[in-house]
Every structure is written in structure tokens, then in C-alpha cells.
């Protein structure tokens, strides 16, 4: 049995995608290609909040990886996906942008409990958002750009792999696929999903060995 956990924010979760997000995409990759009929048993968990910020969801990280830790796993990997609501000066779950001090720290413990734990982990980037949509909320590229290398400077120090998605986006038409502020439409997270996939299987993050047909 494998287990893929992602956890994260409403992006993670896959607010406004009418197919569920990337998660849910990556779940049903997993699920055509090695479980249905196939004889797989990998299970993927989004475990992504709308707003969630850094600085909460380590206090929920620790209890969400053990309680589906099982004897049984092949493989365990853990997929961070968080950080863009902690850049937003008044973001609506805490009402303040996360200092920095604290924004790394939340990642550095999210990373060593992963790592205490076995497991395969991987972090994925911030990507840039949309300001004219937003509504009062303070969302700047500038400030996400700045968080979303805090993260960097995180994973290089412990040695996590990071999938970079900022720049690229940026000089994409991915904000023109932003149905408010921050949230991608379909298009926008089949997008995601892609270069999540291969981010993945890039770093052996997801070890799916090669599955066995089931007949009948």
C-alpha cells in the first residue's frame, strides 16, 4: 500500500476547479494508471484548508501524517503546498501577513517531522496571483515572489526538492486563467497538475513500481 498525502491551502484543495483541483487530478492519474483494474492500492489525501497559513497548518501537520501511517505502506510521501495566504498583509484567517522568522520555521518543522517520519516529501512553489481581482484582500506578486523564496531558501538548507513555478507562470498567461485573485480555473490547474506530475516522478517523491494487470 502506498499513501500520497498533500497538504496545503484552497489551491491544494482546489477551489473553483470544477474537476476538484490538481489534487483530485493527481488522484485520478494514480487511480486509472495503477489501481483500477491494476492491482494497485495507492491512496491520495488532500488534506488542503481555504486559507490555510503556514504558521496553522504545522500545528496540524504532525496528527494529519500519523493517523494514516500504517505498517502496511510501501511508500509514504508528503506533498507541502501552502504560503501564498501567509504573504497577504490582511489575509482573512489571520488577519496579518506571517513574519518571516515564523513562516520558515513553520516549514523547517513541517520538514523534519516528514523527514522523523520516512517520508518522501516534496514542496511545492507559490504561484503568482491577480491583484486587480482581488476584493480588499492585499495580495501583491511582490510579496509572494518574496514568501515563495523563503520557502527556497528552506528546502535548499534541508535538502528538500522544491518544484519553482513562480517565474515561469508568471511569464505564461497563467494569471489570465485566475477566476478571482488566486485561484486558477480548470485550465489553470491542469497546468498545475502537469508540471506537479512531473516534478514527482522527477524526485521519486511518488514510487509507484510498475503495476500487475488483473484479470477478469
Not at 124 to 149: A, C, H, M, Q, W
Not at 185 to 199: A, R, V, Y
Amino acid at each position: 500500500m502506498g499513501k500520497i498525502i498533500v497538504i496545503g491551502d484552497s489551491i491544494a484543495y482546489g477551489k473553483w476547479d470544477s474537476e476538484g483541483g490538481w489534487v483530485y487530478r493527481l488522484r485520478k492519474h494514480i487511480d486509472t494508471n495503477y489501481n483500477i483494474g491494476k492491482g494497485g492500492n495507492y491512496q491520495v489525501y488532500n488534506l488542503g484548508i481555504p486559507g490555510e497559513v503556514a504558521i496553522h497548518q504545522v500545528t496540524r501537520f504532525e496528527n494529519e501524517i500519523s493517523i494514516r501511517l500504517t505498517q502496511d505502506d510501501t511508500t509514504y510521501s508528503v506533498i507541502i503546498a501552502v504560503g501564498i495566504n501567509d504573504s497577504c498583509p490582511n489575509n482573512w484567517m489571520t488577519q496579518m501577513q506571517t513574519p518571516e522568522q515564523l513562516y520558515k520555521e513553520a516549514f523547517e518543522k513541517m520538514i523534519d517531522i516528514a523527514k522523523q517520519k520516512g517520508c518522501n516529501i516534496g514542496v511545492i512553489g507559490l504561484t503568482p496571483v491577480k491583484p486587480i481581482k482581488s476584493k480588499k484582500l492585499l495580495f501583491t506578486n511582490e510579496e509572494v515572489r518574496k514568501y515563495d523564496g523563503y520557502i527556497t531558501e528552506v528546502c535548499k538548507a534541508k535538502e528538500v526538492p522544491k518544484l519553482e513555478l513562480f517565474d515561469d507562470l508568471s511569464q505564461s498567461n497563467y494569471v489570465d486563467m485566475l477566476v478571482d485573485v488566486v485561484h486558477p480555473n480548470d485550465e489553470g490547474h491542469t497546468i498545475l497538475f502537469n508540471n506537479i506530475l512531473q516534478f514527482l516522478e522527477l524526485y521519486s517523491i511518488i514510487k509507484i513500481p510498475e503495476a500487475v494487470e488483473v484479470e477478469g
